[in-house]
């Protein structure tokens, strides 16, 4: 049995047929470890299978150390209503729970007890990464998914700074966004139509605001028998179909060498016969690679900018592009990215705690201005009233058929009938 497979189904009976979520947190490491013993040798015994020695060691290293490793922070990891954990040094912890940050009464005893709490986070992620003094920031997932980031002195000035961005899988399907009130079931018609017609889509919004998780749902609309790669800074991405192939950038060792960029790893994905590229998140010179791939035939690609609106989006995209030093001129740059890019979704985190999408925005060059135009297909509205805690306000559509429909066409995607005016 595969170690994977066999520590879930430990966990499982110990969490089942033992007091262990009960006991666990009354518990020492010396204590918990004889536990975890106790409990393998009586589901070896219930199910009458053998564990080597050395393998059932390694069983109870793992799950002692993923109890243990949180600390003071346990209560916070294991509180569904938390989807941010934010640590300013030992003594200073805020949490954001339905989208509203609060401080809480949480403290480690010393900077030096938090540092090595960190280091243990990071030896039971398995993901091969280091942070000290000579390398102080580092970006890493946990096994459940939750992103984590790390900076330490001297960079920083308070002490040791973590944020824990929790991954929530409560989340999976376009019902749970309409359920949210992310979206109207219109919205979500459209974004579906747009995946099986292999649309270039980017997410856009602020930190926070919910982007990798909408990417994440309308992404499992993608057909299963197409070819994807996904391509990222630290894992979040959770696709769904089988045929995924997942890459990773790599920083630097501690010579300074050694570092593959997104820009490297995007470059290398088009020689593996990729129907669809995902990106979790672009920031530089593998914005010029997406948008000339894109020309040059690869559509169906999604990607993450971190923009404001629907327009800071196209000018950041634009940006990017300049900033490789590309020997064109901006028109021609603006020209380029109007006419890879189908739509964009910007996504916001408002004031009653919801996210919502904001705009679905088509992207027109119009030839004869020889100017970009962003329309939005969809927009919500809002009153301007906060009623009993929740932003009132709707979405409002353009009837006006966009700029792709030949694109469903194409791909012989339909959508509803009068869902644009002809």
Same mark, same amino acid.
């Given at each position: 049995m595969a170690s994977e497979d066999l520590r879930e189904k430990v966990n499982r009976y110990m969490i089942n047929n033992t007091e262990f979520l009960k006991v666990k947190d009354t518990m020492n490491e010396d204590q918990l470890r004889m536990f975890v013993n106790r409990a393998i040798e009586d589901m070896m015994d219930e199910k009458n299978i053998e564990i080597p020695f050395e393998q059932r060691a390694e069983l109870i290293k793992s799950l002692v150390?993923? /109890?243990?490793? %949180?600390?003071?922070?346990?209560? +916070?990891? $294991?509180?569904?209503?938390?989807?941010?954990?934010?640590?300013?040094?030992c003594d200073t912890i805020y949490i954001q729970r339905y989208g509203k940050i609060e401080k809480v009464d949480i403290k480690f005893d010393s900077n030096q007890h938090l540092a090595h709490t960190v280091q243990k986070i990071l030896a039971g992620s398995q993901s091969n990464?280091?942070?000290?003094?000579?390398?102080?920031?580092?970006d890493f997932s946990l096994p459940d998914g939750s992103r984590v980031n790390v900076i330490l002195p001297p960079c920083s000035t308070m002490g040791p700074v973590v944020t824990i961005r929790k991954f929530k899988d409560d989340i999976g399907? /376009?019902?749970? %966004?309409?359920?949210?009130?992310? +979206?109207? $079931?219109?919205?979500?018609?459209?974004?579906?139509?747009?995946?099986?017609?292999?649309?270039?889509?980017?997410?856009?919004?602020?930190t926070g605001s919910g982007k990798t998780t909408c990417m994440n749902v309308f992404s499992t609309h993608i057909p299963e028998e197409e070819r994807i790669i996904t391509i990222e800074d630290t894992p979040e991405l959770n696709l769904r179909q089988d045929h995924v192939v997942s890459l990773q950038t790599k920083p630097a060792n501690i010579e300074g060498k050694g570092e593959i960029t997104m820009a490297e790893l995007f470059t290398n994905s088009l020689r593996m016969r990729p129907d669809r590229i995902i990106i979790g998140e672009i920031r530089g010179e593998e914005m010029l690679d997406l948008i000339q791939s894109i020309s040059s035939g690869h559509s169906g690609s999604l990607a993450i900018v971190h923009a404001e609106s629907p327009l800071d989006c196209f000018d950041r995209m634009v940006t990017m592009m300049l900033l490789t030093g590309i020997r064109l001129s901006t028109q021609e740059i603006r020209r380029q990215v109007a006419r890879a890019v189908d739509i964009i979704v910007h996504i916001e985190l408002f004031n009653d705690g919801v996210r919502r999408i904001q705009n679905i925005t088509d992207i027109v060059w119009n030839d004869e201005k020889k100017e970009v135009e962003l329309v939005d297909i969809f927009r919500f509205d809002q009153t301007g009233r906060i009623v009993d805690g929740i932003v009132e306000g709707d979405w409002t559509k353009n009837r006006k058929p966009p700029s792709f429909m030949s694109k469903f066409a194409k791909h012989r995607v339909e959508l509803p009938e009068g869902y644009f005016d002809k």
């Open positions: 150390s993923a /109890v243990m490793s %949180l600390g003071p922070l346990r209560p +916070l990891m $294991e509180d569904e209503t938390i989807t941010e954990v934010m640590i300013n040094g990464k280091r942070v000290d003094e000579s390398s102080p920031y580092v399907t /376009v019902e749970h %966004l309409l359920d949210v009130k992310e +979206l109207n $079931e219109e919205m979500a018609t459209l974004l579906i139509a747009a995946m099986k017609a292999k649309f270039n889509v980017i997410f856009c919004g602020a």
